[in-house]
C-alpha cells in the first residue's frame, strides 16, 4: 500500500490571506459585541487589517515559493494584483460609512464582506491549480452578490444584487463546466500539468474537449470582466448598487477576473494561442466599441462609468490579445492606475449623490467645479486619465496597452482602440462641461469633505499623476511581475 | 547654465501656477499682475537663446535627462533648439505677455482659473516645441489642449461648448492616431538597432516605401488638423470665434504653428519618400485652402470670423511654401509663420478692443470708427496692410518668398493660382476696413467710442514694431533659420531604402547620444543656387 503523503503545508504563501480573512472573521464578531452607532471604527479595524495583509504581501515580492503541493503559488504576478486588490479595498472602505450613513443601512458586515471578497480574488490571482481559481472567484462572487444588494431597504439595490447574482451564478456555471472539460481532456487541475500534457500529446485545436473547454472558461471569464457580449449585467448592477461597492466591483473583480483570465490561458493553455488570440481579438474590438458607444449616450453618471468600465474592459484586452511582455505589463500596469483613477472618481460622486442615490446624472453636476474647486479639479484629473490623456496614468497605461498590440502586429486593433478612445474622450468631456461650462443651479452645499473621503482622494490623485509623470519604476514593476 | 534655460524657461509657468494657487481669488490685479510678472520673466529668461544661439545646424541648449526606461521603451527628457523653433519659442515668450495684458479688462470672472490657464498653456507650447524625443514631443502636444479647451469652454462666447468639444475631438483623434504610427515606427526602429525615442535616432531610420506611406499618413492627418488644412479646418472658425481675445491670439499665433511646424521638424524629414509623392495632395489642398478660405473671409458679417478664415488662407501659403522644399520656400514658410504669428494675432487683439467697447462684431454695426478713434484707426491700419502682405511690413517678405520659392519648384502651377490669393487676401481685408472705420459715423453708440487706452497701445507698439522691423530686416531671422532648414531640405532629398524588406540605421544615427554636434555638416544639394540671407533681391 502506498502511504499517503502529506504535502508540505506553506502558511507563508497564503499568509496575506490567512491575516486578512481573520481580520473579516474578527470584525464580524466585533460588529455582534459591540454596541455602537457608528460603525466606522470597523472600516478602520478592516483598512488595518488590509495594511498588515499588504506587508506581509509584499514582503514576498522576488521570492517565488509554492504551497499546498503547487495549487497556490507566491509569485511576482500575484503580488502585483494583490497590492492592486487590497489598494481598491481599502480605498472603497475609506469612501464606504458616510454612504452607508446618508443611505440609512449603516450595517457594519459591510466590511467584512468586503474582505472576504478580497481574499477570494487574492486566490484567483495566485491560484496555480483550477479548483483554487475557482474557489477563489465563488469566494468572491458570493460576497460580492451580498454586497450588490447590500443596500436592503432600495428597490435597485435589490434588484442589483439578484441580478448579480442570477448572471453570476450562471456565468460561474460556464466556467467550471469549461474546467471540467478541461480536465476531462488532460486529467488534470494543475495548469502547468494541463499545458505539459497538451505539449506532450501533442493536442491542439482538433480535440474538441479541449476547444470546448477553452471557449467555455473564456465565456465564463468573460463574463466576470464585463466583456462584451457578456455585459448586460453590469450597467444595472453597477447602477443599483451602493456606489461605494460600485467603485469597488469595478475595479477589483475586475483585475481578479484578469489575473485568473491571464495565468489559465497563458500557462494552461498556451498550444491553443492562436485561437484564442483571434476570439480575445473580436472581444476586444466588440467590447471597446459597445461600451464606448452605449456610454456615449448614458445620462446617470453611474450607468456612464458602468459602459465606460466595460470599454476598460476592452483596452486591456487589446494588451492580452497581443500576448506579448509588454502588452501584459500593460495590463498589470493598467490595473494599478485604473483602481486609482475609477475609485477617485466614484469618490466624487458619492460626495455629489444624496440621499435614496439622487442626483447622480451628469446634469446634476452643473457647475460643481466653482462651488468646490478642489474636487472640481480632482474630478478632472481622474476623467483625463479615463479618458487616457496625458500627463495622467491612464495615458501611460494606454501607450503601454498599444504598445504590446502593435509590437505583435496588431496594427488595426491598435488603430481601432485609439479610435475608441477618441470617442470615449467626448463622454468624459461631458462632465467637465457639465462641471465648468454651466452655471451652478445648486449650492452643493451638502457636499462635504470628510478626512476619510480626502485621504481617499489624496491617494487617487497621486496614483494617477505619479505614475503618470515618472511611469518609470511602476512599469519596471510591472515588467518583474510577469511570468512569461 | 546654457543646458537648462530651456527647462527653466519652459516650467517657469509652471512654478508661477503653483504659486497663483495661493492668490486669493477675489484680488484680481493681484492675479493678473504676477501672471503678468511670469510671463515676462519667461520672456527675459528666454532672451539668452537669441543671443547665445550658433548660427548652424545643430541642436543647441540640449539638455538631455533619463526619464521612462522600462521593457522596450527608452524615453529622454531631452529637449534642445535649432533654427526652426529658435523663432517659435520667442514668438511664444513674447506673444504670452501681450495675451495677458489683453485680458486685463476682458476677462473679470475666474481670473485665477483664466490665469492659470494660460499659464499652462504656455508650458505645453513651449515644451512642444523644445521636445527632441519624439515621445516628450507627444505629452506636450497633448497637454496643450486641456488648457486650452477650458479657455475656450469658460470664457469663451454663446456657442462656446460646441467649439470647444469639437477643437478637443479634432485634435484628439488626429494625434492618436499619429501615437499609433509613433509606436509602430518606434518598434521597427528597434529592430533596426535604434534605443530609444530621441529624434535623430528617427531620422537615422531608412524605411521602405510602403511604410512610409502609412506613417506618413498617419503623422500628416495629426499636423494638418491642427494647421489646419482644408477640408479639416472646420473647427478653426468656430474655435476663434468662440475662445476669448487671449485664447484666439494664441491660438492664432502659436497653437496652428504647431501643424506646421510639425510638417516640417517630423513629417518631411522622416517620410522623404512619402512626402514627395504626397506633395501634389498637400498642395492641392492647401491652394483650395487660400481661395476658398479667402472666398469664404471675404463674405463674413462677423470680423472675428473673418480674421479666422483668413488664418485659414494664410496658413495655406505657409503650407505651400514649405511643401516647395527649396531654400526659398522654406524660409518664406517658416518666416510666413512667425509674420502670421504677429498679424494674426494683433488682429485679434484689435478685434477684441472693439468688441470689449460695443459688444459686438459684425461689421454692419460699425462704421466710422476712424473719426473717433484715429490710434486705434493708424493702428488697425498697419496691421491690415501687415496682413495683406504690403512691402515694408513683414507679411509682404514672408509671401514673396513663399511665392517664389513654390514658382521654382514643382510646384509651380500651384504658385500660380495660389497667388490670386494676395489679391483676394486685399479684397477682404480692405473691404472689412473700409467697412468699419471709414463711411459715417451714425450709429450713436460707436459716437462714443473712446480710442485705445494706454494700456492697450502698450499692447500693439511691440506688435506694430516687429511688423516693421521684420519687414525691413528680415535677414536675422532667415539667416539662423537657413542653416536648419537646409538640413530638412537635404533629408527631404534623402534616397528611398532600396530594398523595401530591411529598414537599416543609416550611419548618422549611430552617433552617441546626448551630444549636441551629431547632425552632419550640411551639405546643400548640387547645382542649388547659394541663398545666404534669403532676402529677395531689390528688398529694401
Given at each position: 500500500m502506498e502511504n499517503i503523503v502529506i504535502p508540505a503545508i506553506n502558511l507563508a504563501v497564503i499568509a496575506p490571506e490567512v491575516i486578512l480573512s481573520l481580520f473579516a472573521l474578527a470584525l464580524l464578531l466585533i460588529n455582534v459585541f459591540v454596541k455602537s452607532e457608528s460603525k466606522a471604527y470597523l472600516g478602520y479595524l478592516s483598512i488595518g487589517g488590509i495594511i498588515v495583509s499588504l506587508f506581509s504581501a509584499v514582503s514576498g515580492w522576488g521570492c517565488p515559493a509554492e504551497a499546498f503541493s503547487g495549487t497556490v503559488v507566491q509569485d511576482n504576478f500575484a503580488i502585483f494584483f494583490k497590492v492592486v486588490f487590497l489598494i481598491s479595498a481599502a480605498m472603497s472602505i475609506l469612501i464606504t460609512d458616510k454612504y452607508l450613513e446618508r443611505e440609512n443601512c449603516n450595517h457594519g458586515e459591510i466590511y467584512p464582506l468586503i474582505l472576504f471578497s478580497t481574499v477570494g480574488m487574492m486566490f484567483m490571482a495566485s491560484g496555480t491549480d483550477m479548483m483554487t481559481i475557482f474557489l477563489g472567484l465563488e469566494l468572491l462572487s458570493v460576497s460580492l452578490y451580498v454586497l450588490a444588494g447590500f443596500n436592503r431597504n432600495s428597490i435597485k439595490s435589490n434588484e442589483s444584487g439578484l441580478k448579480y447574482f442570477l448572471l453570476g451564478s450562471f456565468s460561474t456555471g460556464f466556467l467550471v463546466y469549461g474546467m471540467a472539460l478541461t480536465y476531462g481532456a488532460t486529467g488534470t487541475t494543475k495548469l502547468a500539468k494541463i499545458a505539459s500534457y497538451v505539449a506532450q500529446t501533442g493536442m491542439n485545436s482538433s480535440n474538441l474537449l479541449l476547444l470546448v473547454g477553452m471557449l467555455m472558461m473564456a465565456t465564463g471569464f468573460a463574463f466576470k470582466i464585463a466583456a462584451a457580449p457578456f455585459h448586460m449585467w453590469t450597467p444595472d448592477v453597477y447602477e443599483g448598487a451602493p456606489t461605494p461597492v460600485t467603485a469597488f466591483m469595478s475595479v477589483g473583480p475586475k483585475a481578479a477576473g484578469f489575473a485568473a483570465f491571464l495565468r489559465v490561458f497563458i500557462v494552461a493553455l498556451p498550444a491553443l494561442k492562436p485561437e484564442w488570440t483571434w476570439l480575445l481579438w473580436g472581444l476586444a474590438v466588440l467590447t471597446m466599441t459597445v461600451g464606448n458607444i452605449t456610454a456615449l449616450y448614458q445620462q446617470n453618471i453611474k450607468r456612464m462609468l458602468a459602459y465606460s468600465s466595460i470599454a476598460h474592459a476592452g483596452y486591456v484586452l487589446v494588451g492580452f490579445t497581443a500576448g506579448n511582455a509588454v502588452g501584459t505589463a500593460g495590463i498589470l500596469f493598467y490595473m494599478l492606475s485604473y483602481a486609482f483613477m475609477n475609485i477617485g472618481a466614484f469618490a466624487i460622486i458619492i460626495l455629489v449623490g444624496k440621499k435614496g442615490e439622487e442626483n447622480n446624472n451628469v446634469s446634476d453636476y452643473a457647475g460643481f467645479g466653482y462651488k468646490?474647486?478642489?474636487?472640481?479639479?480632482?474630478m478632472c484629473i481622474f476623467l483625463f486619465s479615463l479618458a487616457g490623456i496625458p500627463p495622467a496614468a491612464g495615458f501611460i497605461g494606454k501607450f503601454y496597452l498599444f504598445s504590446g498590440a502593435i509590437q505583435a502586429g496588431y496594427i488595426w486593433l491598435a488603430v481601432i482602440g485609439v479610435l475608441n478612445s477618441a470617442a470615449s474622450v467626448y463622454y468624459y468631456l461631458r462632465v467637465m462641461v457639465f462641471m465648468y461650462f454651466k452655471d451652478p443651479t445648486e449650492e452643493f452645499s451638502w457636499v462635504k469633505l470628510t478626512p476619510a473621503f480626502a485621504l481617499c482622494l489624496i491617494i487617487a490623485v497621486a496614483g494617477v499623476m505619479i505614475p503618470g509623470v515618472l511611469p518609470g519604476v511602476f512599469l519596471e514593476l510591472a515588467q518583474k511581475a510577469l511570468f512569461m | 547654465m546654457n543646458e537648462v534655460i530651456l527647462s527653466l524657461m519652459t516650467f517657469l509657468p509652471l512654478a508661477g501656477v503653483i504659486l497663483l494657487l495661493f492668490i486669493p481669488s477675489g484680488n484680481h490685479t493681484l492675479l493678473r499682475g504676477f501672471t503678468l510678472a511670469v510671463t515676462v520673466v519667461t520672456f527675459i529668461v528666454s532672451i539668452p537663446l537669441v543671443t547665445g544661439f550658433v548660427t548652424n545646424a545643430e541642436y543647441q541648449f540640449v539638455q538631455s535627462v533619463p526619464w521612462i526606461h522600462a521593457g522596450p521603451f527608452k524615453m529622454n527628457y531631452k529637449v534642445g533648439i535649432d533654427g526652426i523653433s529658435l523663432w517659435l519659442v520667442m514668438l511664444t515668450t513674447f506673444i504670452m505677455p501681450i495675451a495677458v495684458l489683453s485680458t486685463?479688462?476682458?476677462?473679470?470672472?475666474?481670473?485665477?482659473?483664466?490665469?492659470?490657464?494660460?499659464?499652462?498653456?504656455?508650458?505645453?507650447?513651449?515644451?512642444?516645441?523644445?521636445?527632441?524625443?519624439?515621445?516628450?514631443?507627444?505629452?506636450?502636444?497633448?497637454?496643450?489642449?486641456?488648457?486650452?479647451?477650458?479657455?475656450?469652454?469658460?470664457?469663451g462666447g454663446k456657442n462656446r461648448i460646441y467649439a470647444a468639444v469639437k477643437f478637443f475631438i479634432y485634435t484628439m483623434v488626429g494625434s492618436l492616431l499619429m501615437l499609433v504610427a509613433l509606436i509602430a515606427l518606434y518598434f521597427k526602429g528597434l529592430n533596426a538597432g535604434m534605443t530609444d525615442f530621441s529624434l535623430v535616432n528617427f531620422f537615422g531610420l531608412n524605411l521602405d516605401p510602403a511604410t512610409q506611406t502609412w506613417m506618413f499618413l498617419a503623422f500628416a492627418l495629426a499636423f494638418a488638423i491642427k494647421v489646419p488644412m482644408f477640408p479639416l479646418h472646420t473647427w478653426l472658425p468656430d474655435a476663434h470665434t468662440e475662445a476669448p481675445t487671449a485664447g484666439s491670439v494664441i491660438l492664432a499665433a502659436v497653437l496652428l504653428k504647431m501643424g506646421t511646424y510639425g510638417y516640417v521638424r517630423f513629417a518631411i524629414p522622416l517620410f522623404p519618400d512619402a512626402m514627395d509623392r504626397f506633395t501634389p495632395l498637400i498642395a492641392t489642398l492647401s491652394v483650395i485652402g487660400v481661395i476658398y478660405a479667402s472666398l469664404v473671409a471675404m463674405v463674413q458679417e462677423d470680423v472675428k470670423k473673418l480674421v479666422a478664415y483668413s488664418s485659414v488662407a494664410h496658413l495655406g501659403f505657409v503650407m505651400l511654401g514649405v511643401f516647395a522644399l527649396n531654400q526659398m520656400g522654406l524660409q518664406g514658410g517658416m518666416l510666413q509663420m512667425l509674420n502670421h504669428g504677429v498679424s494674426t494675432g494683433a488682429l485679434f487683439l484689435i478685434v477684441g478692443f472693439i468688441y470689449e467697447r460695443r459688444h459686438t462684431r459684425l461689421i454692419t454695426d460699425f462704421g466710422g470708427l476712424a473719426k473717433q478713434m484715429p490710434i486705434f484707426a493708424t493702428i488697425f491700419m498697419i496691421v491690415t496692410f501687415s496682413s495683406i502682405g504690403l512691402p515694408g511690413t513683414n507679411g509682404f517678405v514672408g509671401e514673396f518668398l513663399v511665392l517664389l520659392g513654390a514658382f521654382e519648384s514643382k510646384l509651380r502651377w500651384y504658385t500660380i493660382i495660389a497667388s490670386s490669393g494676395v489679391i483676394l487676401s486685399a479684397v477682404y481685408m480692405l473691404w472689412m476696413f473700409q467697412r468699419v472705420m471709414f463711411g459715417k459715423l451714425d450709429n450713436p453708440k460707436n459716437q462714443k467710442l473712446e480710442d485705445l487706452n494706454g494700456r492697450e497701445i502698450a499692447i500693439m507698439l511691440p506688435l506694430v514694431f516687429l511688423i516693421f522691423f521684420m519687414g525691413f530686416n528680415p535677414t536675422p531671422f532667415t539667416k539662423t533659420m537657413a542653416p536648419a532648414l537646409d538640413k530638412v531640405i537635404a533629408m527631404s532629398r534623402k534616397a528611398p531604402a532600396p530594398a523595401p524588406q530591411a529598414i537599416q540605421m543609416m550611419p548618422q544615427g549611430a552617433i552617441p547620444e546626448g551630444m549636441p554636434q551629431q547632425s552632419q555638416p550640411v551639405e546643400m544639394p548640387q547645382g542649388h543656387p547659394a541663398m545666404p540671407t534669403g532676402k529677395p533681391a531689390g528688398h529694401p
Open positions: 468646490h474647486p478642489m474636487l472640481g479639479v480632482a | 486685463w479688462t476682458a476677462v473679470t470672472e475666474k481670473v485665477k482659473g483664466y490665469m492659470a490657464c494660460l499659464l499652462l498653456l504656455q508650458v505645453g507650447m513651449l515644451g512642444a516645441f523644445i521636445s527632441l524625443d519624439l515621445f516628450l514631443f507627444y505629452i506636450f502636444w497633448e497637454v496643450m489642449l486641456i488648457p486650452m479647451y477650458f479657455i475656450i469652454g469658460i470664457w
